[in-house]
């Protein structure tokens, strides 16, 4: 079992394995023998998908991001069975709490103060409130449910939540994706949290934001690749849209990018999952899964398989 956690800092895990920690550079034992990957966390795609194709008895690749896509693709080269988990359940809490953060502070206009204390300034100003104001999520998956339930005691208007597929959750409706046109005309806040797919490469594109409300702000913590940049560019450099950014593309955003100095956004630097909130829960899933691996029991969120078509849920 191959871990960037060392073995001796998480409770719980089973007797039954070998374990070795890894993040990185030389590899601690030969990975043929690895039957059990955890990625590296924030250590890029490079590195997470490096010892991959010297696994060939790897059975489960364990990420501790929420998306994988920067691990999927080579799914495919993998011998039939190879079982990819997500993290779900370890980034709710800090993603949801950074857009929270990135709503008020572009609404509030918290970039305006805190240039002005620089300068010694006192300028009071009206700026718009969380309350009352129309929200739209995008993408209604574990990280979209928590959003929306810090979102609920700022007394928002309305929450409009979208995904994939239409359904029915304890909250209300959720929309289909192909209901987008109609909704974004009404929503102050857009905050976007699919994953990164085929599907939503994209989606936030010229005629996506077209639609939106002048002086709307559109918040993403899902993927840069979800948004076309140059389209993005186009709307907040001429004022009509507000962004909060905490993905880029691309990503790294570099130095000198206009991103940074456009007036009416925001740009943190992938920080939605890493808080002190991150490693007790990626330590508490990894020894969850490595018991139930031990005691054959079904894997916690299994969301591709080698060999087979991707889910369609």
Not at 19 to 27: M, Q, T
Not at 49 to 77: I, S
Not at 138 to 158: N, Q, S, T
Not at 280 to 309: C, H, I, M, T, Y
Request: proline share 10%; hydrophobic share 45%; aromatic share 6%.
């Amino acid at each position: 079992m191959w871990l960037p956690i060392p073995a001796t800092e998480i409770d719980g895990l089973p007797d039954a394995f070998e374990y070795r920690f890894w993040e990185g550079g030389e590899f601690p034992a030969d990975p043929a023998d690895c039957v059990l990957y955890t990625v590296p966390y924030m250590k890029g795609p490079v590195i997470a998908v490096e010892p991959l194709p010297h696994m060939p008895a790897v059975r489960v690749v364990q990420t501790l991001t929420a998306g994988v896509d920067h691990v999927a693709p080579a799914l495919e080269t993998m011998r039939p069975g190879v079982r990819l988990c997500n993290a779900r359940g370890v980034h709710e809490t800090s993603t949801a709490e950074l857009a929270l953060t990135l709503i008020l502070a572009s609404l509030r206009g918290l970039p305006d103060f805190l240039a002005d204390q620089v300068e010694g300034r006192w300028r009071p100003v009206i700026r718009p409130a969380l309350a009352d104001r129309n929200v739209l999520i995008v993408g209604y998956g574990a990280i979209g449910a928590a959003i929306e339930e810090r979102l609920l005691p700022f007394e928002v208007a309305r929450v409009d939540r979208v995904a994939r597929r239409a359904r029915e959750v304890g909250r209300g409706e959720v929309r289909a994706l192909s209901e987008l046109p109609e909704l974004l005309p009404h929503a102050d806040v857009v905050v976007l949290t699919v994953p990164l797919t085929e599907e939503t490469r994209g989606l936030v594109d010229a005629g996506f934001l077209s639609r939106m409300k002048d002086g709307a702000l559109l918040v993403n913590v899902a993927r840069g690749g979800v948004v076309d940049t140059k389209a993005l560019l186009a709307e907040t450099r001429a004022g009509r849209l507000l962004a909060a950014l905490d993905v880029t593309d691309p990503e790294p955003l570099p130095v000198g990018h206009p991103l940074w100095g456009t007036p009416g956004v925001i740009v943190t630097p992938h920080v939605g999952g890493p808080s002190s909130a991150f490693l007790p829960r990626a330590k508490r899933l990894l020894a969850d899964q490595l018991r139930r691996f031990a005691d054959g029991e079904p894997l916690r969120n299994v969301v591709a398989v080698s060999g087979e078509p991707p889910s369609q849920g």
